[in-house]
C-alpha cells in the first residue's frame, strides 16, 4: 500500500510563514506530478500548486508569488513554502501524487493538515 503523510500545519498569523512536508512511502516504483489542494469550510477542494517529475510547476493566481512547491525526490517528499500568508488562506491541506506501483498508475491523497490563519 502507500501512504501520504503531511505535516507542517498549524496557526500562524497575518503575513506570517508555514512550510508543509508531504512524505510518500510504501510500494512505489516512480512519482510523476505531485501537488497540494485545499479545502475551506463550505467550498471545494481547490489546487494549490503542482509540480511534475521534471520540476515544472503550476500555480493558481491566487498564491503565486506567495507560495513555492518543490519536491525531494530521494525521499519520495513534496513540500510548499507559503510565505505572505493571509487569513484566506485558511483551510485543510491536502497534497496528492501520481504514481507506479505494483497496481499501476494510480493517484493518491493525504489525511490532511489544518492551516489556520488570523487577522
Known amino acids: 500500500q502507500v501512504q501520504l503523510v503531511e505535516s507542517g500545519g498549524g496557526l500562524v498569523q497575518a503575513g506570517g510563514s508555514l512550510r508543509l512536508s508531504c512524505a510518500a512511502s510504501?510500494?512505489?516504483?516512480?512519482?510523476?506530478?505531485m501537488g497540494w489542494y485545499r479545502q475551506a469550510p463550505g467550498k471545494q477542494r481547490e489546487l494549490v500548486a503542482t509540480?511534475?517529475?521534471?520540476?515544472?510547476?503550476n500555480y493558481p493566481d491566487s498564491v503565486k508569488g506567495r507560495f513555492t512547491i518543490s519536491r525531494d525526490d530521494a525521499k519520495n517528499t513534496v513540500y510548499l513554502q507559503m510565505n505572505g500568508l493571509k487569513p484566506e488562506d485558511t483551510a485543510v491541506y491536502y497534497c496528492?501524487?501520481?504514481?507506479?506501483?505494483?497496481?499501476?498508475?494510480?493517484?493518491?491523497w493525504g489525511q490532511g493538515t489544518q492551516v489556520t490563519v488570523s487577522s
Open positions: 496528492n501524487a501520481d504514481l507506479l506501483n505494483h497496481l499501476g498508475y494510480r493517484t493518491y
Open positions: 510504501g510500494s512505489i516504483f516512480s512519482i510523476n506530478a
Open positions: 509540480i511534475t517529475s521534471d520540476g515544472n510547476t
